[in-house]
C-alpha cells in the first residue's frame, strides 16, 4: 500500500496513538489502513469411498491437485462460500456439509475453514479454474503432487478420522516448516 | 474505496474479464483490489463457576458488556490473537484454550471465531478498552447489556453445552433478524 484509498494521497507506517502495530495511516484524511488476515474456504468432498480433487489450472501450484477452496467474499457466510467454490471449480454440488477443520497459516496471512459435504451423484467436470477433477480412493492420492500443505494435512486426518468412524473438528496452525502428519494411506 | 492504494489513480467499480463480481479495478497499474470479510478473534473465559465478561470503553456500544474479543492480525494465528485480545481488553491470562464456534456476520462482513479458555486466577482489571471487567455467574448475566447478538449466543450456547458437559465445536450464521435462542437462565 503506497497511497490513500481514500484520498489518494500517500501513506505513512506508522504506530497510531494508541496502537501498538505499525499501520498505513493517511495525515490527509486521516485515517488508518488496518490490514487483516484473508478466509479461505473450502469442501472436502465425498462420493461413496472417494475424495473429489481438482487439478489447478492457474497460479500458484498450477498442475497441481488440490481441494476445492477460495477467498470468502464479502456478503457470504463460510458455508455459502465453500459450497460456491466447489460449484465454481468442480462443478459438483454437495449436500450435508458439516464444518470439519480450521487451520491457521499465519505466515502467508490466511485462515482456512473447511467443510466435509457429500456429493449425491458423480457429476462433475474440469472448469476454467481446475483442468482435471477426479475422485480418488485413498490408495490413488497423488500425495507428491497436492498442491499445498493444507490439502495433505485436511486429506490426512480425514483418513484417520474415517477409520475411528468420528469427524471431530480439527484447529491446526500450519508454519513454514509443516511437515506431513503420518499418512494414513502408510497405515492402511 | 476512491484510489487505488498502489498508484493514486482513481479505481472504477466493474466485473473484471473472468469474474463473476464488481471490484475495485485500477485501470493504470492495472490492478484488482478484493476486499473480504474480517476475522473477530475471542475467548470465553472462565474461572470457577464465573465467565469474563468486559464493558466496552469504546464504540459500537460503548458502555455494554462483551467476551474479550478483537481483529485478528496479520502473521498471528486466531488462537495468538484471540488469547491476545483477551490479554489486551482484561488484563486477564487464559490458558487450555479451545477452539469453540465459528459464527458467520455475512450482513456486516465478518467471521467470529471463538476459544473456551480457562483462568488460572481471577486477576483481572479494566483496561483501556474496558471501564470494567467482572466475573459473572450463569444468573449474574446481564443478558439485556449485552454489546453483539454474537456474545448472547454464545453465552446461550454454553450454558446449554455446560449442562450437558459437551462442548461440541458450534458452527451458525447470524443473519439481521437474529434473536436470542432460548435462555438457559430461563430454565436453570
Not at 459450497?83 to 482456512?112: G, W
Amino acid at each position: 500500500m503506497k497511497f490513500c484509498s481514500n484520498c489518494g494521497k500517500a501513506v505513512l507506517k506508522e504506530v497510531p496513538p494508541g496502537d501498538n502495530r505499525p499501520r498505513y495511516v493517511c495525515k490527509f484524511c486521516p485515517m488508518i489502513h488496518y490490514q487483516n488476515p484473508r478466509i479461505i474456504v473450502g469442501v472436502l468432498p465425498t462420493y461413496d469411498n472417494s475424495i473429489l480433487l481438482c487439478e489447478r489450472d492457474i497460479q500458484p501450484r498450477k498442475g497441481f491437485w488440490t481441494l476445492p477452496a477460495g477467498f470468502l467474499e464479502n456478503g457470504e457466510s463460510t458455508l455459502d462460500g465453500a459450497i460456491r467454490e466447489c460449484k465454481e471449480e468442480s462443478l459438483a454440488t454437495v449436500s450435508d456439509a458439516t464444518l470439519y477443520a480450521i487451520y491457521d497459516i499465519p505466515h502467508i496471512e490466511q485462515v482456512y475453514i473447511f467443510y466435509r459435504a457429500r456429493m449425491e451423484k458423480p457429476y462433475f467436470s474440469k472448469t476454467t479454474e481446475s483442468s482435471d477433477v477426479q475422485l480418488f480412493t485413498e490408495e490413488d492420492i497423488p500425495w507428491e503432487q497436492l498442491a499445498f500443505p493444507v490439502v495433505a494435512e485436511m486429506l490426512t486426518s480425514f483418513f484417520n478420522d474415517r477409520k475411528c468412524g468420528q469427524y471431530d473438528v480439527k484447529y491446526k496452525q500450519i508454519n513454514k516448516c509443516w511437515k506431513r502428519p503420518k499418512a494414513a494411506h502408510n497405515h492402511a
